[in-house]
């Protein structure tokens, strides 16, 4: 039996340069950071539920989505990324594993994960629902 308990999913608020971002935080391991797409989360989702038995899976609502607060200044994926590079250090994860859930945009994900690949994150375009 293992003595590492696997956190219950709950959500909290992470807030980088004024900007609230609410998280949905939960499970077990190292961080497993999930970008959402153009639809934004409803919430913990079952997929989640079965990534979270190896991974602590954090994943957070983009600015202007949900409950988050705006980022104004934000004007395309670089910022977005940009943005997640601070997130990331305000919520102490290091350098987590990243998964972009969101298939829209080919060109997106390529500058996210390039952006995001340059401080030594290992980053998993999301090819179909877990």
Do not use: C, N
């Amino acid at each position: 039996m293992s003595i590492i308990r696997r956190m219950r999913p709950h959500g909290e608020t992470i807030s980088v340069g004024g900007t609230h971002v609410h998280t949905w935080v939960g499970g077990q391991g190292d961080p497993l950071l999930v970008l959402h797409g153009a639809g934004g989360y409803v919430g913990w989702r079952k997929w989640m539920e079965r990534v979270a038995e190896h991974s602590t899976v954090w994943a957070p609502t983009h600015p202007g989505f949900g409950a988050s607060g705006d980022a104004e200044w934000m004007e395309d994926v670089d910022d977005l990324a940009r943005f997640y590079l601070w997130w990331i250090d305000a919520a102490r994860l290091g350098r987590p594993h990243v998964l972009l859930e969101a298939q829209e945009s080919r060109i997106d994900h390529a500058t996210t994960m390039r952006s995001i690949e340059l401080m030594g994150a290992t980053v998993i375009p999301a090819i179909a629902q877990i």
